[in-house]
């Protein structure tokens, strides 16, 4: 753990034995953090949040530039560490890993000297009226294990970038790629204390969220665990980001490039982290005129990727993170066959032979899905792909609805019109037409319903983490 200047390696937390996902061996045991060390990271961040908030814009900026620059130095280092952490293949994670990281603390450097108020005209009096906007203090950053250098984009660069200061607490399945970059933070000149790196588990995450000494909270994960945040945060009426699960729904209309279509919905659902990304479209909803053509391609290219050692260049689908993950996402397709809520067209196993002891799956995709069935609503987070067929454009926006989600959505169309039309009816914060985007730095991301609320990313993710103060100055007197 790095609290203020100081690397801790015992924790009040314990200890847990961090297992490689592609083989299913220990590869290092850490220290978790629990009450003290989470007392003792506030104390750190709020020691620390007065000059670095009082810190001249363009040596903030700068000092954001330089964690930038860092970043893509050790790239190819930063992907290693994330392959090994959390199974990624190694030809994606230098995307997750530091390319868009880098992006992100660019793109925030970028807003350290321009975030300013607004004049406001006043009546009936004489007087002058301005908003200033201030960081507000110590914010709480938990991320999740599938991609946590992506998170640290989104949350710590626009937090930072705001004059606040930081305690992050990474996964335990995922906190290498987070201490790395804490070091990296140091090297780049950012003051002890502004940032601090906590590992840990339920117990610290608790400490954490309820701490009185936080002045807000950004969190990503699922919706159990959100609960419990915003239990926590009651206690001390601390503000909360939510970036939450989901079910995406990917519209696939008659007149689509079904080539293109079908690529993206294979690739984005069941290889693309082996299926472990909450915006990812794991509902795939066809038109019934080209449903057959679709699921035939869908099957063919499925079973063309290669699951494998996620450190192998011809590797598509790596390992599933940890054995419960694997264990409960088997259980969810044993269900789903036991309930017929769908029919199984290809995968559905566990992967054996050579891949036996790593926790692989094979890629598994489910045709004429009832959309009403745990199939089809609840969040899997693996490589499981539902497939449902509509009829005309009001039944496919009725089915991308039925969902308590509301993060993303997709539609396939080269109709204009159509595509207007159901992207203005369908309830998404991040909605693709005709292709994936993944997070542009300058977009706002966020969901909507159960989802959660809140924005990373653009204008909007800076807004965030600054509230206003208003200044009234009366002439009159």
């Given at each position: ?85 959390n199974g990624a293949p190694s ?11 880098a992006e992100y603390f660019t ?71 987070s201490l790395r970059f804490a ?295």
């Amino acid at each position: 753990m790095l609290i203020g200047a100081e690397w801790i390696s015992e924790g009040t937390g314990g200890r847990y034995d961090h297992v490689n996902p592609a083989t299913g061996k220990v590869q290092r045991s850490i220290a978790l953090a629990g009450p003290s060390e989470i007392d003792r990271a506030v104390a750190a961040a709020r020691t620390a949040f007065p000059k670095w908030k009082a810190l001249p814009s363009n040596q903030r900026r700068d000092i954001m530039l330089r964690i930038a620059e860092l970043l893509r130095r050790d790239t190819d280092e930063l992907a290693g560490i994330a392959t090994l952490e959390n199974g990624a293949p190694s030809t994606f994670t230098p995307i997750l890993a530091g390319e868009l990281p880098a992006e992100y603390f660019t793109y925030y450097g970028g807003w350290v000297d321009k975030l300013c108020g607004e004049a406001i005209p006043v009546y009936p009096m004489q007087a002058l009226d301005y908003t200033i906007p201030e960081p507000y203090g110590v914010v709480a950053v938990i991320i999740p294990w599938n991609g946590p250098l992506t998170s640290i984009g989104q949350k710590v660069a626009a937090a930072l970038a705001a004059g606040n200061c930081v305690v992050l607490k990474p996964s335990e399945l995922a906190p290498f790629t987070s201490l790395r970059f804490a070091e990296l933070c140091l090297e780049a000149g950012l003051p002890p204390g502004v940032l601090n790196v906590v590992p840990g588990g339920p117990k610290g995450g608790e400490a954490l969220v309820s701490h009185p000494g936080v002045d807000k909270i950004s969190f990503t994960g699922g919706g159990a665990t959100a609960t419990k945040v915003l239990q926590g945060a009651a206690k001390s009426l601390t503000p909360v980001i939510l970036e939450l699960g989901g079910k995406s729904a990917n519209l696939v209309f008659e007149d689509a490039d079904l080539d293109k279509a079908v690529a993206m919905a294979v690739q984005t659902s069941v290889a693309t982290l082996s299926g472990q990304g909450c915006v990812l479209p794991t509902r795939l909803i066809v038109q019934d005129s080209v449903y057959d053509e679709v699921i035939e391609q869908v099957v063919d290219l499925t079973e063309s990727l290669t699951v494998g050692d996620p450190w192998d260049p011809a590797t598509v689908v790596g390992p599933v993170v940890s054995a419960h993950h694997c264990s409960r996402i088997e259980g969810v397709i044993a269900r789903a066959r036991q309930e017929g809520a769908g029919e199984l067209l290809t995968g559905g196993e566990r992967v054996g032979g050579e891949l036996s002891g790593g926790y692989y799956l094979q890629p598994t995709i489910f045709g004429d899905v009832d959309n009403r069935s745990h199939l089809a609503q609840e969040e899997i987070f693996g490589p499981v792909l539902s497939v449902l067929r509509f009829r005309n454009e009001d039944e496919a926006v009725s089915l991308a609805n039925d969902t308590k989600y509301g993060l993303g959505a997709f539609v396939h169309t080269t109709n204009l019109t159509t595509a207007h039309n159901v992207v203005r009816r369908l309830d998404a914060g991040y909605i693709g037409v005709n292709g994936f985007a993944l997070m542009p730095p300058n977009a706002p991301f966020g969901g909507v319903k159960q989802s959660g609320y809140g924005r990373e990313g653009g204008s909007d993710g800076i807004r965030e983490f600054v509230q206003s103060k208003n200044v009234y100055i009366d002439l009159e007197s």
